[in-house]
């Protein structure tokens, strides 16, 4: 999950989002009614967030705790994706960002669902990461405190597959393996 912040009517927002990247752009989607992809729209200046928090790192001073982590800013203006082609490209990264394998099997928005639709485009032109790894790094003098260093590694592992209480098909493919993948 990113986080997409702007600015609107003098007020800062940020709000979680779905997302997928096609080459050197970041897509979003929405309702065309929310004050978020209204401004995106109007090519407000957007700043999209991304965090994957790997561990918690425990050193021997509090002043050196830390946390593992990988993260990506994106900044730019947004720009509304008006080609139909696109527009549909953008929809299905989308789905498959979340559940590769999943477009062949869903079926696609219609008319109504597509305009009913906003999808925003952020260039990657401005994007930065940053990311830490390892263990503490304590001051000399703190090495030989009798005090318990080190990382405790975090994972969020997905959960077996639950069916629809309506489901009359069999499970997936792509879903079994995306369970397996811990």
């Known amino acids: 999950v990113g986080h997409l912040a702007f600015v609107a009517d003098a007020q800062p927002y940020a709000i979680p989002m779905l997302y997928a990247r096609i080459d050197d752009q970041l897509y979003i989607h929405g309702s065309p009614l929310s004050r978020l992809l209204e401004g995106a729209v109007s090519a407000t ?11 918690i790192v425990l050193a021997r001073s509090a002043f050196h ?17 008006r080609d139909r082609a696109e527009k549909l490209a953008a929809l299905d990264a989308l789905v498959e960002h979340v559940m590769p394998g999943r477009t062949g099997d869903a079926r696609g928005p219609d008319t109504k669902e ?33 005090i318990w260093p080190g990382e405790i590694p ?7 597959p639950r069916p629809d209480d309506r489901c009359t098909v069999p499970l997936p493919d792509y879903v079994r393996r995306y369970v397996r993948v811990h």
Do not use: M, W
């Not at 705790?65 to 994706?81: D, I, K, Q, T």
């Open 114 to 146: 597509l305009g009913a639709t906003e999808v925003v485009a952020l260039s990657l032109k401005e994007a930065s990461a940053k990311a830490r790894t390892g263990p503490p790094i304590d001051a000399a003098e703190d090495y030989a405190l009798p």
């Open 45 to 55: 200046q957007l700043c999209f967030t991304l965090t994957l928090l790997d561990g």
């Open 65 to 81: 705790h830390s946390l593992n982590y990988r993260s990506v800013v994106v900044l730019g203006p947004g720009r509304a994706v």
């Open 154 to 160: 975090l994972s969020l592992p997905a959960g077996d």
